[in-house]
Structures are given as C-alpha cells and as structure tokens.
C-alpha cells in the first residue's frame, strides 16, 4: 500500500512570504504528527492529531504555525511570514492508532528553504 | 523532561565490519518505549524497532540486534557484517507512557566504504 507521501518536496519561499506544506498519512491511520528537522539534527515534534482533533501543539515554535486536518485524512502545516528560521525538513508521520503499540510511519519531508 | 544523546556524530568503517551505534537515554517515567529508525539519503525515516522499558531482552534480525539496559539508560543498535547499503543517518528516539511525541536523538552518520 502506499505510504505517507508529503507535498511539495522542495519549497523555497522568500522572507515574509506564506506557505503552506500537505501531508497525506497512510488510508486508515488515526493519528498524525508534524515534525521539524533542522540540517544535521534529529526531528523535534510540532503538533499531532487524532482524527481532526489536535490534541497536542505544544511544539509549534510561534503563533505563525498553524495545522489543521479538518476531515480526518489530509493535514496542512501552513507558515505564516516565513522567516529564515524556519528553513528545516518538515516531516509528518502517520500511525494507525494513539497508543504505545503501534509504530509511527514517515514521510519523505518538504525541505523549506526561506531566503 | 525526556532526553535521547547519541553522542556519535559520524562513524564510518569498512564494509564487511561491525559497527555499534550508541544510544542514552533519560527520563523519570517507568514506563517508555525505545525506538530505532534509519534515514537514507532519500530522507524518509524507516522504522527499525520497537522495545518497551519492561522488555530487556536483546533482539535480534538478521545482521541488526539490539541491546537494551535500564541500568545504564542505553539501548545500542549492532549492526554485524555491515554493508554499503547501510550507510544511513540512525537515530534512536523516546516515547513515555500517555505521550504521542517521539524525542528524538541527533543521530549518528554512518557511512560504510567499499
């Protein structure tokens, strides 16, 4: 079956511009993660959901972070007035179901490179 | 506060060698999971294991094997007769009991020359 897939790969946006980064987890997985990846680094944790409901954001950097995944399946990490800061590997990850038992499974990243 | 420390940056061996990734962990819960995933230059994360805080038996899968010791906080990954194919960036992570996130390490470079 196919796996998480992430779009676009590449992203470069310039200072102060928006975007907006899609994430389609693998059919049928509840649960939903964001994650950031800066060069060099492990990926640290943004946000999560199950189903439509983000029960946990503690790791969006700044009010200019915003997820949603409104019906359950797709999810968006939208940037807003991206700053040089936010250049990293945006990973989302997928898992069948909230709880210890089941693996979170990846997707390939957007690199968003902010000049 | 969990914190992951892979204290090796890079390794790199000759094919055909063995290679220990090191992996120390800390948290206060009792009860956590441990997790090992490989990054090819493709960048996806591809999981490896999985292993819960009351389960310290080694594993073994084919040229991989894992060591888990609560008394000294590690969960090393061996990889045996490596191969070029395994150059990757691996990084061990934590997950406590009631938590979703997973805190990852910041990886260790390995790089298997022909």
């Known amino acids: 079956g196919a796996g998480v897939s992430q779009s676009p790969r590449y992203k470069v946006a310039k200072r102060g511009q928006d975007v907006a980064l899609r994430c389609d987890p693998i059919s049928g997985h509840v649960s939903l993660f964001w994650y950031q990846q800066a060069l060099g680094q492990g990926p640290e944790f943004l946000t999560y959901f199950q189903n439509e409901a983000q029960l946990d954001k503690s790791g969006l950097p700044s009010d200019r972070f915003f997820a949603e995944r409104p019906e359950g399946s797709v999810s968006t990490l939208k940037i807003q007035r991206t700053q040089q800061e936010d250049s990293a590997v945006y990973l989302c990850?997928?898992?069948?179901?909230?709880?210890?038992?089941?693996?979170?499974?990846f997707g390939p990243g957007t690199r968003l490179t902010v000049t | 506060a969990q914190k992951v420390t892979q204290a090796q940056t890079e390794i790199s061996v000759v094919e055909k060698e063995d290679v220990t990734l090191d992996c120390v962990y800390e948290t206060r819960d009792t009860t956590y999971y441990l997790f090992w995933y490989k990054q090819p230059p493709s960048g996806e994360l591809v999981f490896l294991i999985r292993r819960n805080s009351f389960d310290e038996q080694n594993e073994i899968s084919g040229r991989y094997s894992w060591n888990f010791q609560k008394s000294t906080s590690s969960f090393n990954f061996t990889i045996t007769a490596s191969q070029v194919v395994d150059s990757a960036v691996y990084f061990c992570?934590?997950?406590?009991?009631?938590?979703?996130?997973?805190?990852f390490g910041q990886g260790t470079r390995l790089t298997i020359n022909p």
């Open positions: 992570a934590l997950r406590i009991q009631g938590a979703q996130k997973l805190v």
């Open positions: 990850a997928s898992s069948y179901r909230q709880g210890e038992g089941y693996e979170q499974y």
